[in-house]
């Protein structure tokens, strides 16, 4: 269809299709036949098989949420997650402090610090839950993919303070192995390693 | 028989129907939420025991420890002994159904009907009609305008069917020429099921019962979208779960009463023939539940029209028309 038909608004001259409203019945024979047609005719009876026939049928669209859950897609964001390297166990996260200045919901708190050999190290971080609005662009704009969006959904706890851990979201040493690339927002795309151009040092 | 035996037999039996059918009263809320639901495609309570079989069980814990409130303006002794009435007349009126066909047990006959008395439809049909004082009680009382409303509806669509009930059930009686439920019964083993001959009462008893156990479509009552929840508005925890047993109950017997009446009831009386007649009274509870999946409420002067404008005049003719081939 093309973008005329909606752009046309001279009402009337497009190919409404009325709907037909049978005029209400006035005496009481009429009436009387109406309710026949309705009752006796097709009206009640077509309601009963249909329902039956839903039953019959038995194609339940229920999902028992707690037992089992409907798929995210990739892309989804739901609560962070602090990934490390897969190598070493190291924290992937630089400290350069890019989620925190672009936070739009100002949540993202972090404190660094040099230690010893020299590495800039992380020595808190924070993202208050209770008040982001999951935009995605500390995700984004993380040159580490340190941070990434996640797929947990299910956020409740008794207190607010609970929102805020980093331990919940960062990978836990011994489950490094489990960690995997994370595929959905703030990822790189694909096709990254084409993307690459080499840097032009000729000048 | 000794009247000791006699004593004794219609004890335990009294009994026993008082628990099969508050048993049962809640195993069909549960089979009501199943059906229901999967009419619409949902698989309804699924979390407490296998297939949400104890939800019943839930149900009940939670209906006894739930708080009782009386409201302030209510009229405290009629709301205390209105939902009383409802299951109280049920359980009454279920006593002169025979629930099942006479067998042998410990060394006697047993007779599954508690009083077999020579006007068996017209008791069970009148103490049921005594249970609309409940619902009409309880609005009248609660001190509700929703209350109030569906009081009044209560007696409107009550008396209404009232008349129905009894004019569709006059010309089976003028062709038996007995009030007696086995007689009934006993006639059909002869002559064939009535729904054959008394098609149209037929017809006009099941609506009517429709209507006095306010189901769907007349259960203008407790119309939730119109009137909260009608006479049961105020009602909460086990005062209201009264009012639910009884209508259950009522389904019960209006299902019995059709089969006995016009489905051939047991027939002879072996014990497929019981199952049989069984299995038709579960058809007529589905039939319950699958109306009100299906049918919307109308609206109580449209019931008005139907009941006193189309279904009394057709039960008259029927009656005539009975009478007058009985006549000739």
């Known amino acids: 269809m093309s973008l005329d038909a909606f752009k046309n608004r001279n009402i009337g001259s497009q190919n409404y299709v009325p709907v037909n409203i049978e005029s209400y019945p006035t005496t009481g024979w009429d009436k009387f036949k109406q309710v026949v047609k309705r009752g006796i005719g097709k009206e009640l009876f077509v309601g009963l098989w249909v329902v039956l026939r839903e039953m019959l049928k038995f194609k339940i669209h229920t999902v028992q949420y707690p037992s089992e859950v409907l798929p995210i897609g990739p892309r989804y964001r739901a609560v962070h997650k602090l990934l490390r390297l897969l190598e070493s166990g190291n924290e992937r996260c630089i400290g350069c402090g890019l989620c925190e200045k672009i936070c739009v919901a100002d949540c993202i708190r972090m404190d660094t610090r040099v230690d010893e050999n020299s590495r800039k190290e992380v020595v808190e971080y924070s993202i208050n839950l209770g008040r982001c609005i999951f935009c995605g662009y500390c995700a984004e704009v993380c040159p580490e993919l340190a941070i990434v969006h996640g797929s947990r959904y299910e956020n409740v706890s008794e207190q607010r303070a609970h929102f805020v851990i980093k331990d919940d979201m960062l990978t836990p040493i011994d489950f490094l192995k489990q960690q995997k690339e994370f595929p959905g927002f703030g990822a790189l795309s694909p096709n990254a390693d084409q993307l690459v151009k080499k840097t032009p040092l000729a000048y | ?328």
């Open chain 2, 1 to 328: 028989m000794e009247l000791e035996v006699f004593i004794i037999q219609t004890l335990v039996k009294i009994l026993v129907v008082l628990l099969i059918f508050s048993a049962l009263a809640g195993f069909t809320t549960y089979l009501e939420r199943k059906v229901l639901a999967f009419m619409q495609r949902r698989l309804g309570p699924m979390t407490v025991g296998p297939w949400g079989l104890l939800q019943v069980l839930a149900d009940g814990i939670k209906l006894f420890t739930k708080e009782d409130i009386v409201p302030t303006n209510s009229i405290k002794p009629i709301f205390k002994i209105a939902p009383v009435i409802l299951p109280a007349t049920a359980f009454i009126a279920i006593a002169g159904v025979p629930l099942f066909p006479e067998f042998q047990a410990f060394g006697m006959t047993i007779q599954p009907i508690i009083v077999d008395s020579n006007i068996g439809v017209l008791y069970v049909l009148g103490i049921m009609a005594i249970g609309m004082f409940s619902p009409l009680l309880a609005g009248l009382s609660s001190g509700n305008k929703w209350s109030l409303l569906g009081g009044a509806r209560t007696a409107i669509q009550l008396l209404s069917f009232e008349v129905v009930t009894g004019l569709s059930i006059l010309a089976p009686v003028i062709l038996i020429g007995s009030l007696n439920l086995i007689d009934i019964n006993n006639y059909q083993i002869e002559n064939g099921w009535l729904i054959l001959t008394q098609p149209i009462a037929f017809v006009l008893f099941l609506i009517a019962g429709y209507a006095e156990t306010n189901r769907t479509p007349f259960d203008l009552l407790e119309h939730e979208s119109e009137i909260v929840s009608g006479y049961a508005t105020e009602y909460s925890g086990m005062r209201w779960g009264l009012f639910f047993i009884g209508e259950y109950v009522n389904m019960f017997i209006v299902s019995f009463l059709t089969v006995l009446i016009f489905l051939g009831g047991f027939g002879e009386g072996t014990l497929i023939d019981g199952l049989c007649y069984l299995g038709k009274v579960l058809f007529f509870i589905f039939l319950f539940l699958w109306t009100r999946a299906a049918w919307p409420h109308i609206r109580p002067d449209q019931l008005m029209w139907l009941t006193w404008k189309v279904l009394m005049p057709l039960a008259v003719i029927n009656v005539v028309i009975t009478g007058l081939v009985v006549m000739f």
